[in-house]
Structures are given as structure tokens and as C-alpha cells.
């Protein structure tokens, strides 16, 4: 079902266009990855959904309300966890948590329990009357995820969640999106971070200058590119014969010789044909010593549709 | 209303946890009314004056009751010594503030070093002579006349000029209270760090823009006026705990007398706040920086209280005109009439052009409202 719908939305800064005609539909209980370089929209993209940010054309709809025209009712159905670390610093953990959660309407036991959880559920309670300065960058972001999940929102919206954090963090942090999304959370999470978009999201949009450039599962948008597995074989030496019998087999549809005796291919159907090429290399007395398969990244998938790469600028 | 509530605590909490606007917006103020109240304060220690009056007769008895009268002792100490030799030696050697002697050739005076005293007991014993002058010549003129007729009509000249000083400074009141120095400044800085209260709204609007925490809210199913009220409100309560520190602290430990009207204090202190957050709102719509809104208030706020009299009480005319255009002037003038014991219906001129001031700054708010509020 669909949860969260884009349907040709505008966002233009005086003449640039930010988000250009983009629709997206999100189901309900995805992971959904929005991938890109910085500058390719994908914070304008999440706050015109959170109604920060009017569009000049197109709509918008969560949950089958529209967030322009019902932005009571979509905003209390989303935790966003902006980018910047929204927490305030006098403010102690458990005073930052509850704060929010009485802006969202929870009263009396109920706050108590919400707020409890959501210390516990982000690894704080210990920590809970501390002050966000004695915190480190993990804990703060942490603190930033709880401020927006206090209220169990159906829609967790997460701008680069990860950043400037130590690695033992990122991975607490992936795996809260994880456990969030098997309690019934939707999560939308932007990133740059290719690595954490393949580890975590159910299908992944790239966003490129404004406009979604691909969408679906990592298998989908490798088939939709064009992408296959490379291989690479390392053996004990190499004959010009038999890497010109290998470059003509017809399931080879890349080959590049590195070095002396280093072959990099994309060979299709690698399982049913890949005892070809052992057979060639075993037929010039060639010993294999090392075969590597290596997956298509999301990085050569970016590069493939937009030329560019994640790191480089929009 | 409850989460503008909410919001008004968080905001009030945030700003008492911070140090430096504890010490700024309530220490500040009590320490300046403390030196400047002290260091310019109206009380003179009394002039030592040093007076020969020698064997001359009736005037030399009436020089010294009159020195020893109520009208002079609050203002000269005076010692009397045997001749006039004596009286130069005592103010040469700094004994004395002050000469005096009665001589064959007339009165003659022995100025000290410090003209703030010399001038002092000139203004006491030219008062004495002027009497002299006027006895001497009834004396001459009317030889009939007795010294107690001339002291009756003396009496009546006297009286009538203590009538007509106080009306002309407070209307229909018969006597006139004057101000202590710390009086003035309690008033003057109340009204200056009230405004100060306005920046520290400009500075926690714009902090939360810095920090991402107003993206937050924005996200939070509430409108985005009663946010901004409950902001507002927060530092509105911030300002009403420093009136009541500043009027308290100065009440019960240096003894200024605030008048009993609390309620109108309240009322115009209220009033000066709506401005300060009028002015804030206005502030940030144009400026996002916090170091560009710490400026612009400072500049504002110091030139408004300078030339208000708030720093030097007397700046001339020219620059007290230019003063009546800012609040602080009429904030000023509205709670020293309370102070004098007199009531903002007496004082409705002050008390309207202060509301007038304020509703004006509060709709300059409204207008750029949605630029002050603005994410980016």
C-alpha cells in the first residue's frame, strides 16, 4: 500500500530547481534510501514532505493527506531526524525527550512511558539527566533520534543520520532504523553514504540534481543499468593465447588484463559459464590462484546513470 | 495556550541555565545602580567652615545662630575661632573646607581648594549676608522698625518661595520629593536591561535557527504562532523575574523607595517588554547573525538610555529633546512619578505616548512577522 506519494513536485530557489518533477511512490513498512551527492535534493525532497517547505507545483501526500493542505495531520504522523543535531544543550536528555513529546500532545503516564522508551530504545537512559555537552557525537545523534520517535511515528524521516560519527555508532544507528522498521515504522533515509543505504533500505531512489534517476531494489537498479558481477582471476602466469581465448568466449562482455597475470571480466551468466574459462586457463597449463567476485556497488550504479560520482558536487 | 505554555517554560529554563545572561541581565543592573547611585550621589558631607565673628555685636550673634540654624548645619560644620588669622591658617593648612570672618571692612571669605565646596558654602553664607543686607537696611530706613517685624517679613519672602518650587515640579502636590542618585539609576537601568530582555529573544530565536532545533518544531504538528507566542512568552517571564529582582534588590537592601503603585510599575515595565520583543522580532527579520543582533541592540539600547539621562542625569537640553523620541525617556518619567508618589492618571501624557510607542514597535512586529520566523 501506498504510504508516501510524490506526484510532480516542483521546488525552485529564484531560478535554480532544487526538486524537478519528481514522483516517488513509498510503501508502507519500507526502508526506502534516497541516495545522492550533496546538492542533488534529497534535503529539500524530505522537507517539502515534513511541510517545511512549500512546493511550487505538484502535491505531496502521506498516509492519503495531503501535507500542504493537512499539515496537522501529516506532521503528527512523522518523527523527523533533521541533519543538525536539534537537541538542546541546557537541556538535559530526558528534558530534550519530553519537551518534544509534549509538543506532540503526550500527557501524563503516557509521556513517562514514551519518554522512557525512547531514552532506552536509543541506549541514553543511563545518561538521561546528563547534558547533551558532556555527550559525544554518537550519543547527540542518538539524543536526535530520540527526540523524534518519542511519539511512535508512523514515518521516520532521517537526513544523514550518521554523519561525523565514529563507526561503532553508525551501527547502532543502523540498526535502531532496522528494529524501528520491524516495530511498524515506515523509514525514509537520505545519505550519501552509499555503504549504509545498500546495508539497510528495502529499495533505494538516486536522486541527481533535483530529479529521481532510478528506483527499486540494488538487484533492479543493477539490471536496470546494465550492471553485472565483475570477476576477477589472479593466476600463475598469463599467455597472450590464452587471454585472447578468453577475451573471445561470447559470455565475455568486458575483459581488461591488469598487471602480468591479472584479468578483470564481466562474464554473463557467471555461474553456468565460468568452468569455460577454468577449462581455458587448465588447457595453457595456467594454475588459478585467486577468483574474486566482485558485486556491482551502488558507486559504479551512480557513476553509470549520472557520470559523476556520490562524492563529487551536483 | 497549554503549548505555548510548554514552549514559554522551555524557553524561560534555558535562558536562567545560561551564566552569563544571569550575570548580565540581573547582576549587571544591580551592580551599575550600586556605583553609579553611589559614586554620584546628591548627599554632600557637610563643609567645614571656619568662622570669626569677633566682637561685632548683634550681626556676629545672628551669623552664628544662622550657622547653627537647620537651614545651614545640614551643609556647613561650623568651628569657631578667635580671630581671622586663625581662619586663613585653618583653610591653608586644610583644616578647614571653608573661610569666614566678620571684619572692620565687611565680610570676607577664605575659599578653600575644592570648588564643589567653596561654592557650597558661598551659596549658605551668601544666603546670611543677603539677610544682613536686608536687616542693615530696614534698620536705616525704618529705624522703628522691630528686628521681630523684620523677621516676620523675612519668614513670609522665604515661605512663599518653598511654595512655588514645588508646584512647578510635581502639580498639585504641596511638597516635592527629591531623587537620590540611587533612586534615578534603579529606575533608569530597570528600563534598560527590560530592554535587554528583547535581545535575549532575538538571540535564542535566532540560536534555535543556528541549531537546528527550530527545523524541529517547525516539523511538530503545532502552528507556528503559538510556537513563536510560547518563545515570546519565555522571554516575557525571563523579563518579570528581572523586575522583580531589580525592584526587590533594591527595595530591601538599598533602600529605594519604588512609591507602593506595583501594579502600574508592573504596567509600564510590561509595557517597555512588549516593545523589547517588538523590536527583536523586528531585529531578526532584517539580521540572522547573532553577532550582527548583539551590535544593533547594544548600539540601540545604550544611545536610547544615554540620551534618556539614563547614564549622565543632566546631557543638556538639546540632547533631552532628541531623548523624548525614545521609550526609554517616557518609561523613565512614568516610574518616577510613581516613585514621587503620584499615579499614571497624572502622569496619562507619559503613560499614552509610552503606549503609543510600544503598539507602534508591536505592529512593525506583526508586519515582519513572517520574515523574523522564517527557517532560512
Not at chain 2, 557637610?46 to 566682637?55: I, T
Request: with cysteine; aromatic share 8%.
Amino acid at each position: 500500500m501506498t504510504f508516501v506519494q510524490f506526484k510532480e513536485v516542483v521546488k525552485k530557489y529564484d531560478t535554480k530547481i532544487s526538486v524537478n518533477h519528481l514522483n516517488l511512490d513509498i510503501a508502507q513498512g519500507e526502508i526506502f534510501g534516497l541516495l545522492g551527492p550533496n546538492g542533488a535534493g534529497k534535503s529539500t525532497t524530505i522537507h517539502l514532505l515534513s511541510g517545511l517547505l512549500p512546493m511550487d507545483a505538484g502535491e505531496v501526500l502521506l498516509d492519503g493527506y495531503s501535507v500542504a493542505k493537512r499539515p496537522l495531520e501529516t506532521k503528527s504522523r512523522i518523527g523527523l531526524v533533521p541533519q543538525e543535531l536539534a537537541i538542546y544543550e541546557l537541556l538535559s536528555a530526558r528534558e530534550n525527550v519530553t519537551f518534544f513529546a509534549k509538543l506532540y500532545g503526550l500527557r501524563g503516564n503516557l509521556l513517562k512511558e514514551r519518554v522512557e522508551e525512547a531514552l532506552e530504545f536509543t541506549g541514553l537512559r543511563d545518561f538521561a539527566k546528563d547534558r547533551p555537552a558532556k555527550f559525544s557525537g554518537g550519543m547527540k545523534r542518538r539524543l536526535n533520534i530520540a527526540c523524534a520517535i518519542v511519539h511512535r511515528p508512523k514515518l521516520i524521516i532521517m537526513d544523514e543520520p550518521t554523519v561525523g560519527i565514529d563507526p561503532q555508532s553508525r551501527n547502532h544507528i543502523l540498526e535502531s532504523v532496522r528494529k524501528l522498521n520491524e516495530m511498524g515504522s515506515t523509514v525514509i533515509y537520505t545519505s550519501h553514504y552509499m555503504e549504509e543505504v545498500e546495508a539497510i533500505s528495502t529499495r533505494i531512489g538516486i536522486m541527481d540534481k533535483g530529479r529521481l534517476v532510478a528506483q527499486g531494489t540494488k538487484e533492479e537498479l543493477n539490471i536496470q543499468v546494465g550492471l553485472e558481477e565483475r570477476l576477477m582471476l589472479e593466476t600463475n602466469r598469463l599467455t597472450d593465447e590464452a587471454a585472447a581465448e578468453i577475451r573471445s568466449h561470447p559470455r565475455v562482455t568486458s575483459f581488461q588484463r591488469r598487471e602480468d597475470a591479472q584479468l578483470e571480466l564481466v562474464l554473463q551468466e557467471s555461474q553456468a559459464y565460468l568452468q569455460d574459462i577454468l577449462f581455458i586457463l587448465t588447457k595453457h597449463e595456467l594454475k588459478l590462484q585467486k577468483l574474486t567476485r566482485v558485486e556491482p556497488d551502488l558507486e559504479s550504479l551512480f557513476l553509470a546513470l549520472t557520470g559523476r560520482t556520490l562524492r563529487d558536487k551536483a | 495556550m497549554r503549548i505555548a505554555l510548554e514552549v514559554a517554560w522551555n524557553e524561560a529554563v534555558r535562558l536562567c541555565r545560561i551564566r552569563t545572561v544571569i550575570l548580565m541581565l540581573l547582576g549587571l543592573p544591580l551592580l551599575l545602580i550600586f556605583l553609579l547611585g553611589n559614586a554620584l550621589q546628591s548627599d554632600l558631607e557637610p563643609v567645614r567652615l571656619s568662622v570669626s565673628v569677633g566682637d561685632w555685636g548683634a550681626l556676629g550673634e545672628a551669623a552664628e545662630r544662622y550657622l547653627a540654624s537647620p537651614a545651614a548645619a545640614g551643609y556647613v560644620d561650623a568651628q569657631n575661632r578667635g580671630s581671622e588669622a586663625e581662619v586663613r591658617e585653618d583653610v591653608r593648612s586644610g583644616a578647614a573646607d571653608f573661610g569666614f570672618a566678620l571684619t572692620e571692612t565687611g565680610v570676607r571669605y577664605f575659599p578653600g581648594s575644592f570648588t564643589e565646596r567653596n561654592m557650597i558654602a558661598e551659596s549658605v553664607l551668601n544666603r546670611f549676608t543677603a539677610d544682613a543686607n536686608v536687616r542693615l537696611s530696614s534698620a536705616d530706613l525704618a529705624p522703628g522698625l522691630s528686628g521681630e517685624a523684620v523677621e516676620q517679613s523675612l519668614f513670609a519672602v522665604y515661605a512663599k518661595e518653598r511654595v512655588q518650587i514645588g508646584t512647578l515640579l510635581s502639580r498639585d502636590s504641596v511638597g516635592f520629593d527629591n531623587f537620590s542618585a540611587v533612586q534615578y539609576y534603579s529606575v533608569a537601568y530597570l528600563v534598560m536591561f527590560l530592554l535587554y530582555s528583547g535581545m535575549s529573544a532575538a538571540l535564542s530565536l535566532a540560536e534555535e535557527r543556528e541549531k537546528g532545533t527550530l527545523l524541529r518544531l517547525y516539523s511538530i504538528p503545532v502552528s507556528l504562532n503559538v510556537l513563536l507566542l510560547g518563545k515570546l512568552m519565555g522571554s516575557a517571564l525571563f523579563a518579570c523575574l528581572q523586575a522583580i529582582v531589580i525592584v526587590g534588590f533594591t527595595r530591601g537592601v538599598y533602600g529605594v523607595d519604588w512609591g507602593g503603585s506595583y501594579g502600574a510599575i508592573v504596567l509600564v515595565c510590561a509595557l517597555v517588554s512588549a516593545a523589547a520583543i517588538g523590536f527583536a522580532i523586528v531585529v531578526c527579520s532584517f539580521v540572522r547573525n547573532r553577532r550582527a543582533i548583539e551590535s544593533i541592540f547594544s548600539l540601540v539600547i545604550v544611545a536610547m538610555t544615554f540620551l534618556s539621562g539614563g547614564m549622565i542625569a543632566d546631557i543638556g537640553s538639546g540632547l533631552r529633546d532628541i531623548g523624548k523620541f525614545t521609550i526609554n525617556h517616557w518609561a523613565n518619567e512614568a516610574l518616577r512619578r510613581l516613585m514621587a508618589g503620584g499615579t499614571l492618571g497624572e502622569g496619562w501624557l507619559e503613560a499614552l505616548i509610552l503606549v503609543a510607542i510600544t503598539a507602534t514597535i508591536l505592529a512593525a512586529a506583526a508586519f515582519r512577522f513572517r520574515k523574523a520566523v522564517a527557517l532560512t
